[in-house]
């Protein structure tokens, strides 16, 4: 019988987290559950504390040896939501947790990771990149002050750009691709999910939540982003690397069709 596989998910209490853990789970795997609350381990990923305390007990309970980890946790960006709190959640406590568990995903069996982005990425206007170059400076102060300025709604792409950028960087490298970890983005679109139905009811943005274009006709499910992640941990998806991967049901392909690939040498 093959060894059970352990793999942390953050954000395991609501929404794509809470779906990826059902999916593992329903699979013989161990998740480790990552949350504010409801979860193995209960922590704030938006503070440095929370982040050491959270890396410190999965540790302990995986006794230092993890096969998969995917970094859902994240918060939306909403007119009354600081930009700040999106700057230390979305951005540095998935940089974080992958940094800080990365030596348990290397004594790990094809360990894997998984980091959260958004379509919001390519197809929302007006990021702030000062916002995004704070981050991948890893000046968490400096972001902070910038994600404020910039309101939490700009903010939110911004998080989900810089984190997909860091992937990109990181994916590559001895301590990643080197040490035999895959380490991707998925990029979601629209998902029915608690997060989004507080973008729904949001005074500013609500109203514009339904308009914005699927070309498949409906909202993501849960479970369908889940089981994505489910593949791209697993034994199939070997040869992905730094790949980020929109699930959005064709909005990004509608609204920038030759975008991407972009050849070399055409910018960015
Ligand atoms: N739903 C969508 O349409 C959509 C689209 C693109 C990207 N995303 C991203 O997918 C991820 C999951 O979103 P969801 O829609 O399932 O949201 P959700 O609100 O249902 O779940 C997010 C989870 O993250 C947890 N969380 C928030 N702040 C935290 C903190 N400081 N410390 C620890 N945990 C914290 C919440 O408690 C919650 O359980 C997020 O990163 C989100 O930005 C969502």
Not at 97 to 117: E, K, N, Q, T
Request: include cysteine.
């Amino acid at each position: 019988m093959a060894k059970q596989r352990t793999v942390v998910v953050t954000g395991s209490a609501s929404g794509m987290g809470a779906a990826t853990k059902a999916r593992l789970e329903a699979d013989g795997q161990r998740v480790i559950g990552v949350d504010l609350r409801d979860a193995d381990v209960v922590a704030d990923l938006g503070t440095a504390a929370g982040r050491s305390a959270a890396i410190d007990a999965v540790t302990e309970r995986a006794d230092g040896v993890i096969d998969g980890l995917v970094t859902w946790a994240g918060v939306a960006g909403l007119t009354k939501t600081a930009g700040s709190l999106l700057a230390s959640v979305n951005y540095f406590g998935s940089v974080a947790l992958l940094d800080g568990l990365r030596p348990l995903l290397a004594r790990g069996d094809r360990p894997a990771a998984v980091a959260i982005s958004s379509n919001s990425t390519t197809c929302q206007p007006g990021i702030p990149m000062d916002v995004i170059e704070r981050c991948l400076d890893g000046d968490e102060p400096g972001a902070r002050v910038a994600a404020d300025a910039a309101g939490a709604m700009a903010t939110y792409p911004a998080t989900k750009t810089a984190i997909a950028w860091w992937v990109r960087r990181h994916a590559t490298t001895d301590e990643w691709a080197g040490a035999g970890i895959t380490l991707n983005v998925v990029a979601p679109g629209a998902v029915e999910t608690p997060l989004l139905q507080s973008t729904r009811e949001d005074e500013t943005i609500g109203k514009f939540i339904d308009l914005f274009p699927v070309p498949v006709g409906r909202k993501g499910e849960p479970d369908e982003l889940a089981a994505f992640v489910q593949f791209l941990l697993g034994a199939d998806a070997r040869f992905f690397c730094g790949s980020v991967v929109f699930v959005d049901g064709g909005s990004d392909a509608q609204l920038r069709a030759d975008d991407f690939p972009r050849p070399m040498g055409r910018g960015r």
